[in-house]
Antibody, heavy 121, light 107 residues
């Protein structure tokens, strides 16, 4: 079964750092582009970041550029999101999501269950 | 960034109704648009990709259409399990952007 499982969320003070992990199973992780998407409490979905299958190309939402860093370790089937200089507005459920196919840019077909990050003093 | 505007933001309908949700992009995005369904406390689920392609395992009562700037998600005959929030997402260029969501409620 194709699965993604996020971990690493928690309660952190403003200005602090946190690293989220997303562990994949059931598919060839190293072949797929991966994304992070977040959802603030009671709000809509916000795309956060993307990384190419090999890790050489990354993209970010303007709201997180320079503070959040996406990376991956294909030997461990794991995606990461390093979160620095955290702000209250980063409070959200963070989902990792797999791109639908290896050869087209469309869609995210497999999502994790989400991990909650709360930034508050 | 490309802005995605969904309408309506909420919608009340009955089981068996035909429902249409619209999404408009602030610039042309060819057919690089997906539709996602989200139920409370759950991760989003991909319904439609490339504007009109039905994701595997999704019931055929869901369909998508459009290209350029205007897109539509249609549910031909609402079922009880379809009451949820629906989002469009443009994956034409970076940053990807979601619509604000349409909450579909039972009338």
């Amino acid at each position: 079964e194709v699965q993604l499982w996020e971990s690493g969320g928690g309660f952190i003070q403003p200005g602090g750092s946190l690293r989220l992990s997303c562990t994949a199973s059931g598919f060839t992780f190293s072949s797929y582009v991966m994304n992070w998407v977040r959802q603030a409490p009671g709000k809509g979905l916000e795309w956060v970041s993307l990384i190419s299958s090999g890790g050489g190309t990354t993209q970010y939402a303007d709201s997180v550029k320079g503070r959040l860093t996406i990376s991956r370790d294909n030997s461990k089937n794991t995606l990461y999101l390093q979160m620095n200089s955290l702000r209250a507005e980063d409070t959200a459920v963070y989902y990792c999501a797999k791109r639908l196919a290896t050869d087209t840019p469309y869609g995210m077909d497999v999502w994790g269950q989400g991990t909650t990050v709360t930034v508050s003093s | 960034a490309i802005q995605m505007t969904q309408s309506p933001s909420s919608l009340s309908a009955s089981v068996g109704d035909r429902v249409t949700i619209s999404c408009r992009a602030s610039q042309g995005i060819t057919n690089d648009l997906g539709w996602y369904q989200q139920k409370p406390g759950k991760a989003p689920k991909l319904l439609i990709y490339a504007a009109s392609s039905l994701q595997s395992g999704v019931p055929s009562r869901f369909s998508g259409s459009g290209s350029g700037t205007d897109f539509t998600l249609t549910i031909s005959s609402l079922q009880p399990e379809d009451f949820a929030t629906y989002y469009c997402l443009q994956d034409y260029n970076y940053p990807y952007t979601f619509g604000q969501g349409t909450k579909l409620e039972i009338k």
